[in-house]
């Protein structure tokens, strides 16, 4: 099993930014998936964005744009750049990693992120 630890939410304006960290804590072999899901209250968890240990990204179409993944292979990280933000962006946010070797997952405990109109 994998300890994912989150920084970095909080509260700003919409309009605002904010930049949010994971960081595993052991290294990762194998082709891996990391990226971060968030869920609003009453809703679904859902994907915001992930990338891949090969270097490959997806987005959520809401964040398109506006939000930018980012991995350290080394480091074991991954951030997430938010710009823009808007209001309905307020959710726990969690860090997720996929092991495709063993198909494990993990995640993070969450982070907070409200955004205000």
């Known amino acids: 099993q994998v300890q994912l630890r989150e920084s970095g939410g909080g509260w700003v304006q919409a309009g605002g930014s904010l930049r949010l960290s994971c960081a595993a804590s052991r290294s990762i072999f194998g082709f891996n998936i990391m990226g971060w899901y968030r869920q609003a209250p009453g809703k679904q968890r859902e994907l915001v964005a992930t990338?891949?240990?090969?270097?490959?990204?997806n987005y959520a179409d809401s964040v398109k744009g506006r939000f930018t993944i980012s991995r350290d292979n080394a480091q074991n990280t991954v951030d997430l750049q938010m710009n823009s933000l808007k209001p309905e962006d307020t959710a726990v946010y969690y860090c997720?990693?996929?092991?495709?070797?063993?198909?494990?997952?993990?995640w993070g405990q969450g982070t907070q992120v409200t955004v205000s109109s």
């Open positions: 990338a891949t240990s090969g270097g490959s990204t």
């Open positions: 997720y990693l996929h092991r495709v070797p063993t198909m494990s997952s993990d």
